[in-house]
């Protein structure tokens, strides 16, 4: 058992988002964090580490590409952040999709 976990909350839609993708096992919705212009988080609705999450991307790879090639056609940024020297906020895994803008100021 979990404590509180907001991306679980969303992915039983007890918590609002804005969803761009949903299927059984995956979702990707906007993050309330704008540092960019397009800002998702592509989520397993099944909490997992992140160490979990990237030894078995599998679709979740090829979602958060079609859904970034569809949000940021000009190009885009996957990115996840690992423990609190990474600056991970969330223990529930994701994969940010940033993009929007030219992010060369962002590197």
């Not at 397009?38 to 609705?45: D, E, G, H, P, V």
């Amino acid at each position: 058992m979990f404590s509180y976990c907001i991306f679980c909350e969303i992915a039983v839609h007890k918590q609002p988002a804005d969803i761009l993708y949903e299927d059984d096992e995956f979702m990707v919705f906007r993050n309330r964090l704008r540092w960019v212009p397009t800002m998702l988080l592509a989520i397993r609705k099944e909490h997992c580490t992140q160490e979990e999450l990237w030894q078995n991307l599998g679709r979740l790879g090829e979602i958060a590409v079609n859904v970034a090639n569809t949000e940021c056609p000009d190009g885009f940024r996957l990115i996840s952040n690992f423990g609190y020297d990474g600056m991970q906020s969330q223990d529930h895994a994701h994969v940010h999709i940033l993009g929007g803008m030219f992010l060369g100021e962002y590197a």
